[in-house]
């Protein structure tokens, strides 16, 4: 629970990031450029948390796509509802 807790985080901060920097070189909005980032992230997690602790890819890559969604979640809660014009 612990480990899939931090991946959630790790996921959420860090693809925060990479999305603003993806909203700063190209001309999407606030939401897409999160999802981007956490597809960014999701390929490059497991490998560096294998490298650092040395447990199996599919065990890495199994919590951080289900702390990629958790994220996704709380960023679609989170986004700016659209008003009608």
């Not at 629970?1 to 700063?24: C, P, Q, Y």
């Not at 951080?64 to 008003?83: D, P, T, V």
């Amino acid at each position: 629970m612990a480990e899939l807790f931090g991946a959630t985080v790790a996921m959420a901060f860090t693809s925060m990031l990479i999305g603003w920097i993806v909203r700063k070189l190209s001309s999407t909005g606030v939401f897409a450029s999160r999802l981007v980032g956490l597809a960014i992230m999701l390929f490059i997690a497991p490998p560096i948390y294998i490298f650092a602790s040395g447990g199996p890819y599919f065990q890495a890559f199994f919590a951080y796509s289900l702390g990629a969604l958790l994220a996704g979640a709380i960023f679609y809660c989170l986004r700016q509802k659209e008003k009608d014009a």
